[in-house]
C-alpha cells in the first residue's frame, strides 16, 4: 500500500471514529496544509489549478470548513512535495534534506515544478556558463541521442565534451542552460515533467548528490508517459560553509543519468526530419 493510501485510511478512521471533533480534526488538517503551502512558496490559485478543484473549495479545506476529501488532501501534500503523513503529525513542515535552508529551498523550487521542460526554475540558481552534462546524449539509443543527431550546427557548436573515452574511460557531453531547455521542451511532445526527491546528500564541500522519482505526464489527462529514478549530482559555485553564512547558490554543473522504471522509448520513439 502506497504512502497516499495509508495516509487516506489512517485520517479517515481518525476523524471517522471522533464525530464529536471532525471539525477539530479539519481544522488541524486544513492548517498542515496551509503551512505546506507557504513552506513551497505557492498560491492558493496554483495548488486548485493543480488539484482540479475551486479556489473557494481550497480556501474552506485550509480554514478547516469543507467536509475533508483525503485523496485531495494527500495529493495536495505531495504536490508540495511533503509526505501525507505530516497532515496527521505536530512535525514542522519545513523542506530539510540538507539542513542549509537556502539549499533546501534551491531544492524545493528546482524538483517541485510541473512544466514541459522540467528545469524553468533552475534558471533561477544558474552560474552564467552552467553545464547540464549525461553521457545518454551520446547513447545510442536514447531519446536524448536521437535529439543530439538531429541537432543544427548552431547547436552542436554550444556543446562540450567534458570527458572523452580514450583519456577519461566515459564520454560525458556538457550542453548550455537554453540548449537543455530547448531539448527538454521538444522532448516533452506537449507533457509535463514532475520530479519528488527521494534522497539528497552533499557530497565533500560543494557537491549535493539527489536521488529523484521522475515523471513524464500528460498534460491535459495526467496520464503517465513515463517514470523513471534520476540520479544527479550539482556541483555548487560556493562550498556549503559559504552558503551557510549568506554567500548565493549557485550550480554550475549538473551531471545526471537515469534509470526507466516505465517508459516506451525507444520502441515507440519516432523522430521525422524537419
Known amino acids: 500500500m502506497s504512502e497516499k493510501n495509508s495516509s487516506v485510511l489512517e485520517a479517515d478512521r481518525l476523524i471517522s471514529s ?89 531544492l524545493a523550487d528546482i524538483y517541485g515544478e510541473d512544466t514541459h521542460s522540467g528545469i524553468e526554475m533552475m534558471a533561477n540558481y544558474l552560474t552564467k556558463d552552467y553545464l547540464c552534462c549525461s553521457h545518454h546524449y551520446l547513447e ?64 565533500d564541500k560543494d557537491t549535493i548528490f539527489v536521488i529523484s522519482d521522475s515523471k513524464k505526464l500528460q498534460a491535459k489527462t495526467g496520464a503517465l508517459v513515463a517514470h523513471r529514478t534520476a540520479y544527479e549530482y550539482l556541483y555548487m559555485k560556493n562550498a556549503f560553509l559559504s552558503i551557510s553564512k549568506g554567500a548565493q547558490v549557485r550550480i554550475r554543473r549538473r551531471e545526471w543519468f537515469h534509470q526507466s522504471i516505465h517508459s516506451p522509448f525507444p520502441a515507440a520513439y519516432t523522430l521525422k526530419d524537419e
Open 18 to 106: 471522533l464525530d464529536t471533533k471532525q471539525s477539530d480534526y479539519s481544522q488541524h488538517i486544513g492548517n498542515r496544509l496551509s503551512q505546506a503551502l507557504m513552506a513551497r512558496g505557492w498560491t492558493q490559485k496554483l495548488l486548485a489549478q493543480k488539484l482540479g478543484i475551486t479556489d473557494n473549495t481550497l480556501s474552506r479545506m485550509l480554514a478547516g470548513q469543507e467536509r475533508l476529501n483525503m485523496n485531495h488532501c494527500c495529493e495536495a501534500m505531495t504536490l508540495l512535495g511533503f509526505s501525507p503523513a505530516l497532515l496527521l503529525s505536530t512535525d514542522p513542515i519545513a523542506h530539510a534534506w540538507t539542513g542549509i535552508a537556502a539549499i533546501d529551498q534551491m
Open 140 to 203: 545510442e539509443g536514447s531519446e536524448t541521442h536521437h535529439w543530439y543527431e538531429h541537432a543544427s550546427e548552431e547547436e552542436r557548436s554550444q556543446t562540450r565534451m567534458v570527458y572523452n573515452e580514450r583519456q577519461h574511460g566515459r564520454n560525458l557531453l556538457g550542453i548550455p542552460y537554453e540548449l537543455e531547455r530547448k531539448w527538454n521542451r521538444a522532448n516533452s511532445f506537449g507533457s509535463l515533467f514532475r520530479r519528488q526527491i527521494k534522497n539528497v546528500v552533499l557530497v
